[in-house]
């Protein structure tokens, strides 16, 4: 049972990987830093050496970069049971005069084309297989809710939004289409906000001041408790619960006491 992370090694997705791999999973890790990945590799190979795993360098803002991913993975496993794209990036600006295009450009690449074109290319293993595979992309509360300066990741992020929605229909007609899902984390602890949080306060964005406030608090998830969450929606939840849903990390781990692992 093969899942792919993108964003695995750093934040939520290394996370998702140590605990899929808990699960059961074989696990193809993607992401842009070799090193990172094949250090979380080296933790699942030496605690759980019975599952595989394998890591596949990729630059995602790239379509050709991304492309090669997809067939690398397709050429080799037969089926994806969860397809989980982890990998996230949104620049902040100063203000809207600042906003710089080629940040704008790369968010919409990393965070709706890559998945949009990993989709697509790795159709051959998401429809094969028994059971229905699982796509689950990550959100952003940003997507719905304009900051200062936060245009690049927000607008990225709600096209994503969208995207969930035309695949849940694309799939609904496609005969052993795969199920997908957009998972929403909140706030969670991670490299990624802790560095987006270091330059928004440096730029004196509003809202740099709040996440800092509340990471200084701890009034968001681990990303472990994230990771658990998401696991749950991967493997427990039925298909017809799971297909197009929006899961709020938050919410599942108040309801399900997840502790993370
Ligand atoms: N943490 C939060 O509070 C929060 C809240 C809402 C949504 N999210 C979303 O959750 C997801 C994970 O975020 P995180 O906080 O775990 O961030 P993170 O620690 O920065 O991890 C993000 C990962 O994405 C990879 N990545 C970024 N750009 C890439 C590219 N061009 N090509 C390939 N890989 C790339 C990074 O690779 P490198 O390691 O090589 O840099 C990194 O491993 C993101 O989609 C983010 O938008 C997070």
Known sequence: MWALITGAGSGIGRALAL??????????????TASRLEQVAEIIRRDL????????????????ST???ALQVCESVDHLAAFVHCAGVGEPAADFASLQLHDFQEAL?????????????LLPVLRQGGTAARIAMIGAGMDKHAQPGTGSYGISKMALRRLVQQLTVEFGLME????????????????????HVKKALKLELPHGQWLNDRLGSGQCLTAE???????????????????GAEFSATDLVDSLSFGGS
């Open 19 to 32: 605990e899929l791999a808990g699960r059961g999973y074989d696990l193809i890790l993607a992401g842009r």
């Open 49 to 64: 050496p019975a599952r595989q795993v394998m890591t596949l360098p990729a630059e995602l803002a790239d379509p050709a």
């Open 67 to 69: 492309r090669e991913l």
């Open 109 to 121: 690449a990393v965070n709706v084309s890559a998945p949009l074109l990993l989709t697509q290319s």
């Open 176 to 195: 052993g289409g795969p199920v997908v899902s957009l998972f929403q984390p909140g706030l969670v602890d991670t490299p990624g906000i802790r560095n």
């Open 225 to 243: 408790q994230a990771a658990s969450a998401l696991a749950f929606t991967l493997a427990e939840v039925p298909d017809s619960e799971f297909d």
